[in-house]
């Protein structure tokens, strides 16, 4: 079972970028799955979640207004739209699978971790 994030990288604040998740090694269109990030010198934080079916979603409020998550369950793919950027948000992104099928903004929640995309937002 695998997680690859891909999809960041260097952009100017103001701009935009969108993160992919692909999952293989099985299906996760019952799971429900998360964006967690981890800046330099911190700890990990909720981003963003949805449910298997992708009716429930939340965001932190950090983001909220800015990113959007979404899923497409019959390619096995998660995205996290990002826009208005800001330096801030200048970390490595994690995407995750959980066993359950609700959203859950806890990190603890989820049992299959991706290995992580950088974004580094330039002021």
């Known amino acids: 079972v695998q997680l690859q994030a891909s999809g960041g990288g260097l952009v100017q604040a103001g701009g935009s970028l969108r993160l992919s998740c692909a999952a293989s090694?099985?299906?996760?269109?019952?799971?429900?799955m998360g964006w967690f990030r981890q800046a330099p010198g911190k700890g990990r934080e909720f981003v963003a979640t949805?449910?298997?079916?992708?009716?429930?979603?939340y965001y932190a409020d950090s983001v909220k207004g800015r990113f959007t998550t979404s899923r497409d369950n019959a390619k096995n793919m998660l995205y996290l739209q990002m826009n208005s950027l800001k330096p801030e948000d200048t970390a490595v992104y994690y995407c995750?699978?959980?066993?359950?099928?609700?959203?859950?903004?806890?990190?603890?929640?989820?049992?299959?971790w991706g290995q992580g995309t950088l974004v580094t937002v330039s002021s």
């Open positions: 995750a699978a959980r066993s359950g099928v609700y959203a859950s903004t806890v990190g603890v929640d989820y049992d299959y």
């Open positions: 090694g099985r299906s996760f269109g019952s799971n429900a």
């Open positions: 949805i449910s298997w079916s992708g009716n429930s979603l």
